[in-house]
């Protein structure tokens, strides 16, 4: 039995490479901000709960960005 076999919603869509030696990263999860509203909210909840400011900065900076183009869109 596969692992996508034990699992009911998560499974392995995404491939995810760590950038700098290129190995395979294990047990995460890929969010589509641009597609789905639960994953901006998780990107939310994220920015605040963390203590990297300057990631928490960037995140939000990205949220409010992408809904005011979303916004134009409309």
Partial sequence: MSDKDNRTELYCKYNVYKIDDGMPVKDCFVLRPDRDPAARAALAAYAIATTNKALA?????WLIASKMEGMKND
């Fill in 57 to 61: 900065k960037d995140l939000m900076d």
